[in-house]
C-alpha cells in the first residue's frame, strides 16, 4: 500500500502532519516524548548519495575488506554450517564467536571468564540493555561532556538525567567527578552508572589517563557504583603506549577471582571488523549479566548465528608468519587511519586555520574541531550541506541538552578516502570562512573571536582587548531533564594537563 499523499508506486518516507499525529497522541507512551533522533542516523542517508562527502558518521573503511576473502567465508558457512546458521542461537552467544571475543579482549590485555560474556546485535544494544536494566524514569547517569552522540538519545529514551562531567586533555576529571558525586548524594540521589570511553574518545579523541583509570576504579569501588566501560577504538591504537581498560585494573582490585564485579565492558567487531555484522559484546558481573539475557530475549532473542559464524571462520583464517589473519588485518587499519588522521590534520590547518582548534587523536576514528565561538555548527552544518554537499556532526549532538556544544563539531577521517578528506574539509573551511567574514561585517568587527579554555578548564570566549573576560556563573539545572540553560561549550581542544585537585566548574544534565 502507497503512503498517503503518494502517487502510486513512488518510494519515499512522508512525515506526518500535525493532524495525523494528533490522532496517535494519547496512544503513545511517556517515554515517547523523551525520544529523539540520533544525528548520525538522520545523516546516514548521505552515505548513499555520491555528491556528498559524509565525514559525520563514525564509518570505517570497509572497502578494505577483501572481497575474494569474503566471499570465501560466507562459502565456509555455507558449506560447514548452513542450518545452524539459518537456525535461532542462543541469547547469549555462540561459543565459536564467545572465543573469538576472549582473544580480542585478550589482545588488549584483558582475561575474560566467557562465562560473564553476552554476544550482542552490535555495541549500540550494549547501552540500550544496561539502560533497560537499570534504569528508570529520573535516575542518574553521570557520563563526559561531550559523549558519545549515539547515546544521546538513548539515555533520553529511558528518561535518565544525566550529569555530564567536562573534559580535559586526560578524559574525565575524577576530582571533577567526586565532586558531582558528593553533590548528587547530598540532593538524596545516587548515578546508576558511570558512562565513559577511555580510548580516543567518541567525539572528542581524547584518551584517560592511567592515573584517571586508577582512580575512577577506585571511586566505583569506595562507593558501589557501576561503571560502563564503552571501548570501541582501544585496539585503534596509532601513537604511544596501550593503557589497561578498566575492566582489567577492577578484576586486579578484586583479587584472586580474575573478573571485575563494577565494571561493564562494551566491545565491538564493528571498528575492527565490520559494522555491517552488526555483533558487539558485554563483559558483566553475573547478577547484571543475568538482566542483560533477559532484556535481549525480550528485544531480539538472539544475535544473528550467521554474522557470528562468519567471525568465528574470520578468526580461524591463519595469516602471514603465523599470525592469525585478524590482526594483520588490523594493522592495516592502524596504518591506514594513521594516515588519514594526519591528512585530516593537515587540511584542517590549512583551511580552519585561526577560526578553528582541534584534537590531535593517538588513534581512534574522530578529530572534535572547536570554531569561532560566533558559529554555532547546526547552522553551519545546514549551509554546508546546501551549498558545498558535505556533512559533519554537530556539537550539540554530543550533549544531553542538546544546546551545549554548539561551536563545535566531529569529524570522522577514517571512513573516506585521502582526496575526499582533504576535499571535505576544503568545503567546510570555505564555508566557515564566509560564516566568519559575514559576522565580522556585521559587527564591524575584523577580529575573530576564538574559543579557547579558561585556565580552569571551563569554556569561555577570548575577550577583545581591553576588555574583561565574561563573567562565569553556575548553571541551574532544568527540572525535567538536568539539562543546563546555558549552551556554552565543553570541548576538548588542546587542553592543559592539570593537578587533580585544581577547581572546575562542572555541568549537571
Not at 6 to 29: D, I, N, Q
Not at 193 to 221: D, K
Not at 260 to 270: P, R
Not at 329 to 339: D, K
Request: hydrophobic letters at 40%.
Amino acid at each position: 500500500m502507497d503512503p498517503p499523499g503518494k502517487r502510486p508506486g513512488e518510494r519515499g518516507r512522508t512525515r506526518a502532519t500535525a493532524h495525523e499525529l494528533a490522532r496517535y497522541e494519547a496512544l503513545f507512551s511517556a517515554r515517547t516524548r523523551a525520544m529523539k533522533s540520533s544525528a548520525m542516523r538522520e545523516m546516514m542517508a548521505l552515505t548513499e548519495r555520491p555528491d556528498v562527502i559524509s565525514l559525520a558518521g563514525g564509518l570505517p573503511d570497509t572497502t578494505t575488506f577483501a572481497p575474494e576473502l569474503y566471499a570465501k567465508l560466507m562459502a565456509r558457512v555455507a558449506a560447514d554450517s548452513t542450518a545452524r546458521a539459518l537456525q535461532y542461537g542462543p541469547t547469549e552467544g555462540m561459543a565459536a564467536t564467545v572465543e573469538c571475543i576472549v582473544q580480542v579482549m585478550a589482545a588488549e590485555g584483558t582475561s575474560v571468564d566467557p562465562q560473564e560474556i553476552i554476544v550482542t546485535t552490535g555495541g549500540q544494544q550494549v547501552i540500550d540493555l544496561v539502560c533497560k536494566a537499570l534504569i528508570d524514569p529520573g535516575d542518574v547517569i553521570v557520563a563526559e561532556a561531550p559523549t558519545y552522540p549515539g547515546a544521546v538519545p538513548t539515555f533520553g529514551a529511558y528518561q535518565a538525567r544525566v550529569a555530564q562531567i567536562e573534559m580535559d586533555a586526560d578524559g574525565m576529571p575524577i576530582d571533577e567527578l567526586e565532586r558531582t558525586l558528593d553533590r548528587l548524594a547530598a540532593e538524596g540521589r545516587r548515578p546508576k552508572f558511570i558512562y565513559t570511553i577511555p580510548n580516543f574518545q567518541n567525539p572528542g579523541g581524547v584518551t584517560m589517563s592511567l592515573e584517571r583509570r586508577r582512580r575512577l576504579v577506585e571511586v566505583a569501588r569506595e562507593r558501589e557504583l557501576l561503571v560502563l566501560e564503552d571501548n570501541p577504538y582501544g585496539l585503534l591504537r596509532y601513537e604511544g603506549d596501550p593503557l589497561p581498560t578498566l575492566y582489567s585494573l577492577d578484576a586486579e582490585a578484586v583479587g584472586g577471582r580474575g573478573a571485575a564485579d563494577l565494571v561493564i565492558y562494551l566491545g565491538t567487531f564493528s571498528k575492527i571488523l565490520s559494522p555491517g555484522l552488526r555483533l558487539g559484546w558485554a563483559v558483566a558481573p553475573r547478577p547484571v549479566l543475568e538482566k542483560l539475557n533477559l532484556g535481549k530475549q525480550g528485544a531480539d532473542l538472539c544475535t544473528s548465528p550467521v554474522t557470528q559464524l562468519f567471525v568465528s571462520a574470520y578468526f580461524a583464517e591463519g595469516g602471514d608468519g603465523g599470525q592469525p589473519r585478524w590482526l594483520q588485518y588490523l594493522e592495516e587499519l592502524r596504518a591506514l587511519y594513521r594516515r588519514r588522521r594526519d591528512v585530516m590534520l593537515d587540511a584542517l590547518a590549512e583551511h580552519f586555520g585561526e577560526h578553528g582548534r582541534w584534537t590531535q587523536p593517538q588513534g581512534g576514528l574522530f578529530i572534535w574541531a572547536t570554531l569561532d565561538q560566533r558559529i554555532d555548527t547546526t547552522d553551519l552544518l545546514a549551509l554546508a550541506q546546501e551549498s558545498e554537499r558535505v556533512a559533519f556532526v554537530p556539537g550539540r549532538a554530543a550533549y544531553m541538552d542538546g544546546r551545549s556544544g554548539a561551536s563545535s563539531m566531529r569529524l570522522n577521517f577514517a571512513g573516506v578516502p585521502d582526496e575526499d578528506i582533504r576535499e571535505g574539509v576544503r568545503r567546510i573551511g570555505r564555508v566557515l570562512r564566509e560564516q566568519v567574514g559575514l559576522y565580522g561585517t556585521l559587527t564591524g568587527s575584523s577580529r575573530a573571536a576564538r574559543s579557547q579554555r579558561a585556565p580552569d578548564g571551563g569554556p569561555s570566549a577570548r575577550p577583545a582587548r581591553g576588555e574583561a573576560p565574561p563573567a562565569k556563573t553556575q548553571p541551574e539545572p532544568r527540572a525535567a531533564t538536568g539539562a543546563t540553560e546555558r549552551g556554552e561549550l565543553a570541548d576538548v581542544v588542546e587542553l592543559p594537563r592539570r593537578e587533580e585537585g585544581a577547581g572546575r566548574r562542572r555541568r549537571d544534565r
